[in-house]
């Protein structure tokens, strides 16, 4: 099949054939639907959950159930189209063992109760372990699946009534270095552009990103402007080959951690070759150097603070010389004629050029430092903030922006701007009518931290939230036994009984998606409402209102005073007040339920599209460009060395794991494997090797193999040149598996600016083991 054949059977003109070309038969719930009389389906509007980039669905309602999925052709995201997960997702309200009752563990064993017991308990285990240990021996760890109520009820309950700042979210673990990127350059979080770049760029370089599982999607809109326009140029930069790489022009290889490297001798191609976009330069940027050799956050307790000092050109020329092509080929095993390709792409004045990336830059322990170098391209080219000129970070959840970013539901933040700036508590203490000095004026636990400090026992109570940490947290052996040890309590909110219920002292069963009503944030600023459409199953309820339950139990019924049934407009109402203003101001509740999502800044009744550049944004000053999240309205670029992983193979470990998702599944599996048709998709894990190793070692498909690190091990079934083709010297496993924990075998050292932890590069080795085949 020549290239053209590929991409006319990868993608169409329309969304829906697109759909089609790519995922035979996902289309069939919408068939189904199409098939049924139509006074017999209800359709009504909801943002996909399954992922950050909010999709619009259309629910087919038929009585009390949801029937059938469709994409929504009204919403500007997908336009019709969805991913193999969008059109199965209602199937997974409807798993067998769906919780519908709380259970609280009495003698050992987990027991059914009422909720109205189990909310009771909460809040006395609550109170007696602040009465006992002090405020900061609870916590409070939530997720990017929270609606954005959620999150804003729980920080208001953990920050503003108890007094903690014990407050995390899972998105720590899958997109904090992307807010500390953009806080370090631009002074404010999330990307200055939006998904309709997609419709302007001439060029899309991915930097490991794999895209077309990951994001599929916007992946397919690529592909559809590859099928319009002959110039369109698919750059896939990456260590591991994958369906991605089926459809760039150039897949370019590098060795794991060596990004920094290549980032940085593109900036030394786009200097030498005189392609620095000079007056950009001039009026809108500033050059910065930070601190070097900073760790890798492996000591409990570790402290790192970044101090930006200037530079002038001359010096960031310099500092660039080590990086000459030549030099980073050593590294990264690029070429050096790769590297200038990717660097002429770049600095070509006459091409606008898009880049996304995700997890392969975040989860690292210089995640800060790559976000910062990407950005640096953009600025020294000037290819930013206009229609498809865009450094652009992607998310993996529904909400990782509009709950965890823009609330604020991190140890460090506030709803607006950060506990340690007295003007972002006093705002905080009057729209919530507290004493200032309840809301602590410094950060406690982040993730990590949060949960090295559940095994020493400095935090003896933990609420869990829409979120799976039993599967999820890296050198997962230690935190597991830590949340065990006696004195501890937990709480789990949850829709299915996972490896985190397992260790619950209380679990309560949750309503999910649909069943409530809830606002989401996507990656592009676009915040999405959708109603409740169904009862929640048996006494599940909410996650928002189990935290005014509680939160009323323990003596805050003032500041927690709505009504059930109106509660998520009065909790939206007051949310944004902390957003009023051109900068960040959000669409009213009325307007979001009448349209598909609306895109932040919300102004005068417009979205802003492209942020920091006065002919889209209003709150930019001048005619041209204004970063107004700096103080002088200039972007800064740092110079950010490379420098090695934490844990690099040797004679004992010699090959790198890199873990990861694939398309049929999301996260922990916890809701996709209970989709019978995306679990016989892909049953269970396995191990990718580069079959030039496999050969080495005698490894076939289905072989079983073990995979041991200095933390764990773990058997699995090896694939070769199935899905995806590591580089050599290097496997891959997903984390979707809950009976294979590869999180058992990662290491617990993350970015020390973000505490991101890295889940790309650690050592293990690998053995065949006499045992017999599996199918994959």
Same mark, same amino acid.
């Given at each position: ?23 035979? =038969? ?25 992922? =950050? /980039? ?34 199965? *997702? /209602? ?23 009422? +909720? ?38 729980? *920080?208001?309950?953990?920050? =503003? ?43 899309? +370089? ?38 991605? %790489?089926?459809?760039?022009?150039? %897949? ?5 951690? *060596? ?52 530079? *002038? ?21 690029? &070429? ?156 789990? &909110? ?47 309820? &909410? ?96 110079? @950010? ?19 990861? @998702? ?19 998709? /892909? ?47 290097? +496997?891959? /496993? ?43």
């Amino acid at each position: 099949m020549n290239r053209r054949e590929f991409l006319k059977k990868a993608a169409a003109a329309s969304a829906i054939s697109t759909a089609a070309a790519i995922f035979p =038969g996902v289309l069939f719930a919408e068939n189904q639907a199409q098939n049924l009389p139509d006074g017999n389906i209800d359709w009504k509007k909801a943002p996909c959950r399954f992922c =950050g /980039v909010g999709c619009g669905l259309l629910i087919g309602l038929s009585g009390d159930h949801a029937v059938a999925v469709k994409g929504d052709p009204a919403s500007p995201v997908n336009k019709g189209l969805c991913c193999v997960k969008g059109y199965h *997702s /209602v199937m997974a309200l409807y798993g067998a063992d769906r919780l519908k009752k709380a259970l609280v563990r009495k003698n050992g064993k987990l027991v059914e109760t009422s +909720v109205d017991e189990a909310l009771d308990l909460i809040a006395q285990k609550m109170q007696e372990t602040i009465d006992e240990h002090g405020k900061d021996a609870v916590s409070m760890y939530g997720s990017g699946q929270w609606t954005i109520p959620d999150g804003y009820v729980a *920080s208001k309950f953990m920050k =503003g009534a108890i007094g903690t700042n014990n407050l995390e979210a899972n998105a720590r673990l899958c997109m904090a270095s992307a807010v500390t990127g953009f806080i370090s350059s631009f002074g404010m979080d999330e990307p200055m552009g939006c998904y309709e770049d997609i419709d302007h760029a001439d060029v899309f +370089v991915l930097w490991g990103n794999n895209m077309a599982e990951m994001h599929p999607v916007l992946f397919s809109r690529i592909l559809d402007q590859r099928l319009r326009r002959d110039d369109i140029k698919i750059i896939d930069l990456a260590t591991r080959t994958t369906r991605t %790489s089926a459809a760039a022009d150039r %897949s370019i290889l590098f060795s794991p951690n *060596s990004d920094l490297a290549i980032a940085n001798a593109i900036c030394y191609e786009i200097v030498r070759n005189g392609w620095v976009n000079e007056t950009f330069l001039e009026k809108h940027c500033v050059l910065k150097k930070g601190k070097t050799n900073i760790g890798y956050g492996l000591e409990d307790g570790f402290q790192f603070k970044d101090e930006a000092s200037s530079m *002038s050109f001359d010096e960031f020329k310099t500092f660039l010389d080590d990086y000459t092509p030549e030099k980073v080929e050593k590294i990264s095993a690029v &070429s050096a004629k790769n590297i200038r390709y990717l660097a002429s792409l770049y600095g070509d004045p006459n091409r606008k050029v898009t880049s996304f990336w995700c997890m392969g830059m975040n989860q690292h322990t210089r995640g800060t430092w790559m976000n910062n170098l990407i950005y640096n391209i953009h600025l020294l080219t000037g290819k930013i903030s206009t229609p498809g000129n865009s450094p652009f970070s992607l998310t993996g959840q529904p909400s990782a922006c509009g709950t965890v970013r823009e609330v604020g539901t991190l140890t460090h933040k506030l709803p607006y701007g950060v506990v340690m700036s007295e003007k972002a508590r006093q705002k905080a203490a009057d729209i919530w009518n507290v004493p200032v000095e309840r809301i602590p004026a410094k950060p406690t636990y982040h993730t990590v931290e949060m949960f090295r400090g559940l095994d020493r026992g400095d935090i003896r109570f933990m609420w869990i939230q829409v979120t799976n940490p039993m599967v999820t947290i890296p050198k997962l052996n230690r935190y597991r036994d830590g949340a065990l040890k006696e004195g501890r309590f937990i709480v789990v &909110s949850d829709v299915y009984p996972t490896p985190t219920t397992d260790i619950a002292d209380v679990i309560l069963p949750s309503a999910m998606w649909i069943e409530r009503e809830g606002l989401y944030g996507n990656s592009e600023r676009r915040t999405q409402h959708f109603e409740q459409m169904l009862e929640p199953p048996g006494e599940a309820m &909410s996650d928002t209102w189990q935290i005014i339950e509680v939160a009323r139990r323990m003596g805050f019924q003032e500041m927690f005073p709505w009504a059930e049934s109106e509660h998520i407009e009065e909790i939206w109402k007051e949310y944004i007040r902390f957003h009023e203003g051109a900068k960040h101001g959000m669409a009213p509740y009325q307007e979001l339920k009448a349209r598909p999502g609306i895109i932040w800044p919300f102004v005068e009744g417009k979205e802003t599209l492209w942020r920091y550049n006065a002919e889209y944004d209003p709150a930019a000053k001048g005619d041209g460009f204004d970063f107004y999240g700096k103080p002088e309205g200039k972007a800064w670029i740092w110079a @950010r060395p490379w420098e090695p992983a934490p844990e690099v193979p040797d004679d004992e470990y010699p090959f790198w794991l890199n873990t990861g @998702r694939v398309v049929e599944h999301w996260h922990t599996g916890s809701m996709t494997r209970r989709i019978p048709v995306l679990h016989r998709a /892909v049953p269970r894990a396995y191990v990718e090797l580069n079959p030039g190793d496999a050969k080495r070692m005698g490894i076939r498909n289905g072989d079983m193999v073990r995979l041991t690190s200095r933390r764990g091990r773990i058997d699995l079934p090896a694939s070769i040149d199935e899905r995806g083709r590591p580089t050599p010297g290097q +496997v891959f /496993v997903p984390f979707f598996d809950e009976s294979l924990l590869i999180n058992e075998l990662t290491i617990d050292a993350f970015c020390p600016i973000s505490k991101q932890p890295d889940y790309k590069k650690c050592a293990v080795k690998v053995e065949k083991i006499n045992q017999r085949k599996v199918a994959l």
